[in-house]
């Protein structure tokens, strides 16, 4: 599988939106129709100050690239250089600000735990959300989640990088895995969002990302 990362854009969302919907879907394990429901949420943020995403394409071999799996990621010309490319991956976030839902959950859970509120201040003031992070599980354990996140990262401007994930015991995932080897400490553990039962963990850590985090076999 050659695999190639490319920047998405607002303007090509008409072309990669679904596929990624799809590799999000199959990545989280989450009921079929998920997707419909997450769209208009997706593109709302595309219009967010800061907002930036990476997708992984694969080359696939032409006799796979129809079979249903695949041809629902398919990406069209122009974004793809040929027809036999195939979304595997996508990574996206933008500037955190404080009119974000994401945001005001973080404080209402920090002040929970009895942090002060210039404690909550500084945490929240200045960071990137990384908001979604999938690969598809064809193509999961070859470092492109690692690629895709690094390159989501490279030249921010913000001085952190938060993110919300759900607890695993043991952290025992290769989302938990990916996130303790590029140097994310806990925030936040055990919190609840509003409308979702399952326990989160916040993580962070500061930007830029050190250089000498082992580089992904595809990077
Ligand atoms: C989390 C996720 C994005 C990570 O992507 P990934 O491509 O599978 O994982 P990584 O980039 O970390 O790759 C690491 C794997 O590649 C292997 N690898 C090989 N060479 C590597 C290299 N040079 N660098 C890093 N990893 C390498 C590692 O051994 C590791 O394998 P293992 O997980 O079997 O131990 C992906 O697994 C996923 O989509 N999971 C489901 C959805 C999810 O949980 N998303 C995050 C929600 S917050």
Do not use: C, K
Not at 70 to 90: F, H, K, S, Y
Not at 93 to 103: E, K, M, V
Not at 105 to 130: K, N, P
């Amino acid at each position: 599988m050659t695999i190639r990362l490319v920047e998405l854009t607002g303007q090509d969302s008409a072309f990669w939106l679904e596929p990624a919907l799809d590799i999000y879907v199959t990545a989280m394990n989450y009921p079929r129709g998920t997707e419909v429901h997450r769209a208009p949420l997706w593109r709302e943020h595309i219009a967010r100050p800061g907002w930036r995403a990476v997708g992984a394409v694969a080359t696939m071999a032409p006799t796979e690239v129809h079979r249903p799996h695949a041809a629902r990621r398919r990406i069209p010309r122009p974004l793809a250089a040929a027809d036999n490319e195939v979304l595997v991956g996508i990574a996206y976030g933008y500037r955190g600000a404080r009119d974000q839902w994401w945001n005001q959950q973080l404080r209402f859970g920090l002040r929970q735990t009895g942090r002060s509120d210039a404690d909550v201040d500084e945490i929240t003031r200045d960071y990137f959300e990384l908001t979604e992070l999938h690969v598809h599980p064809s193509a999961q354990g070859h470092g492109i989640g690692q690629w895709l996140l690094r390159t989501l990262l490279t030249g921010r401007p913000e001085s952190a990088v938060l993110l919300s994930t759900p607890e695993i015991p043991a952290e025992d995932n290769r989302a938990w895995s990916l996130y303790r080897r590029l140097g994310f400490v806990d925030v936040l553990r055990h919190f609840t969002f509003t409308g979702d039962p399952r326990p989160f963990a916040f993580l962070g850590r500061r930007l830029p990302l050190p250089t000498d985090i082992r580089p992904a076999r595809h990077g």
